[in-house]
Structures are given as structure tokens and as C-alpha cells.
């Protein structure tokens, strides 16, 4: 079998509202529902086999680089070295 690698994706849009930006996201999401979503996004963007994961966080436009390193981190940090 050959080794499986992981490769950084993601989906960018926006919204409109005119209420403040803090009235505007919900904060009772479950993560059954962020199981919904990601299995979605499996179904539709990718072919069978591959496996995704998701980290659901929005970001101002001149952040999304840092937080794409971020979730890098966190996604390639092996096991051991997360322990310590």
C-alpha cells in the first residue's frame, strides 16, 4: 500500500449581514453536526478512499495563512511529540 500523505484544502467564501459580526455565528454547534459536515464535504469534493478532516474556525482575510499553518501543526505533529 502506498504511504498516505496530507494535503491542506480549504473553502473560502463570505457572508453579508448587517447585524455586528458577533450576532452573526451560531455558538451552539455540536459535533455531530461538525460530523455532518465534514462527511459532506468528503462525499461531494472528494473521491472514494480519501479521508478528511476538518477544523471549523473563521478568520480575518490577512490571518487565514497563520491559521492554515496552524492546523498544519496540528494535523503533522506525530503523536510522541504531542505528548510532551
Known amino acids: 500500500m502506498a504511504e498516505k500523505k496530507a494535503y ?24 455531530e453536526e461538525i460530523e455532518k459536515v465534514r462527511q459532506l464535504i468528503k462525499e461531494l469534493f472528494f473521491t472514494e478512499g480519501v479521508d478528511v478532516a476538518i477544523a471549523p474556525f473563521l478568520v ?4 487565514v495563512e497563520d491559521a492554515l499553518n496552524e492546523l498544519a501543526e496540528v494535523v503533522f505533529t506525530p503523536p510522541e511529540e504531542k505528548e510532551n
Do not use: K
Not at 484544502?9 to 449581514?17: K, M, W
Not at 480575518?60 to 490571518?63: A, E, L, T, V
Open 8 to 31: 491542506p484544502f480549504a473553502l473560502v467564501g463570505f457572508f453579508v449581514s448587517d447585524r455586528d459580526i458577533n450576532e452573526t455565528f451560531r455558538h451552539d454547534v455540536s459535533p
Open 60 to 63: 480575518p482575510p490577512d490571518q
